[in-house]
């Protein structure tokens, strides 16, 4: 026990200093270089290029945005009535967010009163043979109103539940193409502000110019007009991947994406928003309805079922500018990485070589200091006073 105390407390007290040992195995030398180029390929083109370690950075700025549609458009019912469409008529809501949407396509219901009418023949739960089928009182599942207990003729060969609703029922019949077709032509105003407040930096899409008429004249294109805000609805469908009169016949969903990713070590110029267009989902509707009265002051009202495309605007971005914490941060990866690479060779070198008996020997050696003078000449005086004492 006293000798394994022993060795215990000599182990806990020796001092392991490193030993350089050159060898001439070029698979290892090859790995370590190859280890090398790899770490220093990572740190120049991902580290510091791509991702910018070297500079702090704000990925969560303040916001702004305002939109605008624009254009006019004309549409004929089938009394050959003409309405004309504007921006107040077809953008929605009118005081332009970043979430709009754009009438393309509707069906119109007009004259509504409150009263008694046969239920569509399209609604299953309205169909019926005889009145047992209509209990009074009972709402029509995905229906217009509520069953009075009779079974009517709706028309020649249909028999519906007759409904207290709004009536006549609303009708389905979807035109064959989109009522507003000049809409493909419209424009689309976005004004976007992004402020990154760590390093109180603000920045806005629109070009600064003193020419009033640009905004006017100029439409975007990410080639030749990048810095203009103004957008054919037409353009944003394409670029979403689809076209535009199949999305505007029943509608649909489109997601505009602005980012911003800005070095400020750079000229404040090159700080420029990149656009991206996304198709979310296909079909797209909703009810509207506007009330009004007679001059007996019956209440009437003019149901229009909207087709239309939504457009979904968000905003995301980053800004970055050299900062001593993450520069730091970054030379020291860089040098673990490297110290890591020669850790990997020595592995290789000691544990899987075919010479890594030899190579572990030479590499870890047991340090023994050599015996000194005073001890060396003390032995003989002290034989010489051991034979003394025996005479």
């Given amino acids: 026990m006293a000798a394994a105390a022993a060795a215990l407390c000599g182990g806990l007290l020796d001092y392991k200093t490193e030993k350089f040992a050159l060898t001439r195995n070029r698979r290892v030398g090859l790995l370590h270089r190859l280890l090398q180029l790899a770490v220093l390929g990572y740190l120049l083109g991902w580290v510091l290029v791509v991702r910018r370690g070297y500079q702090d950075t704000d990925a969560a700025p303040h916001v702004s945005v305002i939109t605008k549609l624009k254009g006019v458009s004309v549409t004929r019912a089938k009394d050959a009535r003409s309405r004309l469409w504007d921006a107040a008529d077809y953008a929605s809501p009118p ?13 119109a219901t007009a004259k509504q009163a409150q009263g008694t009418c046969p239920e569509s023949p399209s609604v299953l739960d309205g169909m019926c ?26 028309n ?86 689809e076209t535009f009169g199949d999305l505007a016949l029943l509608g649909g969903s489109i997601s505009i994406r602005i980012e911003w990713d800005c070095d400020l070590d750079q000229p404040t110029a090159q700080c420029q928003p990149r656009y991206s267009f996304i198709l979310v989902d296909r079909r797209y509707n909703f009810r509207t309805a506007s009330y009004y ?29 050299f900062g001593i914490i993450p520069a730091a941060v970054s030379f020291g990866t860089g040098i673990a990485f490297f110290g ?21 020997k030479e590499k870890f050696e047991e340090a023994k200091p050599p015996k000194g003078k005073t001890e060396a000449a003390a032995e003989p005086q002290w034989a010489d006073q051991d034979i003394r004492n025996a005479q």
């Fill in 95 to 107: 005081q332009g967010e970043n979430v709009l949407f754009l009438v393309t396509n509707f069906i």
């Fill in 129 to 154: 043979t005889e009145d047992v089928d209509c209990p009074v009182g009972s709402p029509v599942v995905h229906g217009n109103g509520i069953k009075t207990g009779k079974c009517v003729m709706f």
């Fill in 156 to 241: 020649t060969t249909h028999s519906t539940c007759e409904i207290y609703g709004w009536c006549p029922v609303e009708n389905n019949t979807l035109p064959r193409k989109p009522l507003l077709a000049e809409a493909e032509n419209f424009t689309l105003f976005i004004k976007n502000t992004v402020n990154f407040t760590k390093f109180n930096f603000s920045k806005g899409n629109t070009l600064q110019t003193n020419d009033p008429t640009y905004f006017k004249s100029c439409t975007y294109d990410p080639f030749f007009n990048p810095s203009c805000p103004v957008f054919r609805i037409g353009d944003v469908v394409e670029a979403a991947g």
């Fill in 293 to 321: 009265w007679d001059s007996q002051r019956r209440p009437y009202r003019s149901l229009m079922k909207l087709y239309g495309i939504r457009f979904d605007i968000s905003v995301h971005g980053q800004a970055g500018k």
């Fill in 340 to 360: 890591a690479a020669t850790v990997v060779c020595d592995l290789v070198l000691l544990y899987l070589d075919t010479k890594a008996d030899f190579y572990w």
